[in-house]
């Protein structure tokens, strides 16, 4: 098995570009897909990311996400940012048991 | 619109027992997978169990193994989770999760989610 370690907390001021990491432990991050989630206090997760790269119909393009072969890790990019991306984001993938794993999450904050 | 929508939570004594149901309805339920995905109080996501949308792939948390059962009925468009021997650490939100694509296959990439159903286990 292996863990996704993200960062606790990032923080950015308005306008700016944030980069959110999630590392994966052992194995290759390219062997299964990275998805990248947003929640914000009281809410229920959304969906940002699938599939490494690909945003679901709503999210906007200045939210992006990646994997670096090198680093061992995915990435959630997000441009211009605004007071509204103040949240907790999650990315996820799953072992070759298909079994769930989840990063520890990092918080956002927009100041 | 694909809607979720948890029942069943609320408050239960440890070693007790507590069943949630997922309602589902906006898309073709049996041919999704679905998942269960639990967050503490104050704490990060935590993946519970899978299904995939004719049963035939079942899968569990270490920490739920052998208490939790996840099961799905294709003609009611319902999800459940039948949760015994219930711990205090078992409290959390619930929530459940269809995957990005329908399918046979294993459910690995939740991406509806419902709102959520609290489970608190005190005495």
């Known amino acids: 098995n292996f863990m996704l370690t993200q960062p606790p907390s990032v923080s950015e001021s308005p306008g700016r570009t944030v980069t959110i990491s999630c590392t994966r432990s052992?194995?290759?991050?390219?062997?299964?897909?990275v998805q990248w989630f947003q929640q914000r206090p009281g809410s229920a997760p959304t969906t940002l990311i699938y599939?490494?790269?690909?945003?679901p119909s709503g999210v906007p393009d200045r939210l992006s996400g990646s994997i670096d072969i090198s680093s061992n890790s995915a990435f959630l990019t997000i441009s211009g940012l605004k007071t509204e991306d103040e949240a907790d984001y999650y990315c996820?993938?799953?072992?070759?048991?298909?079994?769930?794993?989840f990063g520890g999450g990092t918080r956002l904050t927009v100041l | 619109d694909v809607q979720l929508l948890e029942s069943g939570g609320g408050l239960v004594k440890p070693g007790g027992s507590l069943r949630l149901s997922c309602a589902a309805s906006?898309?073709?339920?049996?041919?999704?997978?679905m998942n269960w995905v639990r967050q503490a109080p104050g704490k990060g996501l935590e993946w519970v169990a899978s299904?995939?949308?004719?049963?035939?792939?079942?899968y569990y948390a270490d920490s739920v193994r052998a208490r939790f059962t996840i099961s799905r009925d294709n003609a009611k468009n319902s999800l459940s989770l039948e949760m015994t021997s219930l711990r205090v650490e078992d409290t959390a939100m619930y929530y459940c999760?269809?995957?990005?694509?329908?399918?046979?296959?294993?459910?690995?990439?939740?991406?509806?989610w419902g709102q959520g159903d609290r489970v608190t286990v005190s005495s």
């Open positions: 996820q993938s799953y072992d070759t048991n298909d079994h769930l794993v």
């Open positions: 599939e490494d790269n690909r945003r």
């Open positions: 299904i995939s949308s004719s049963s035939s792939y079942v």
């Open positions: 052992s194995g290759s991050i390219a062997s299964n897909y």
């Open positions: 999760a269809r995957d990005l694509r329908g399918g046979a296959g294993a459910a690995t990439r939740p991406h509806y």
């Open positions: 906006g898309f073709s339920f049996s041919t999704y997978g």
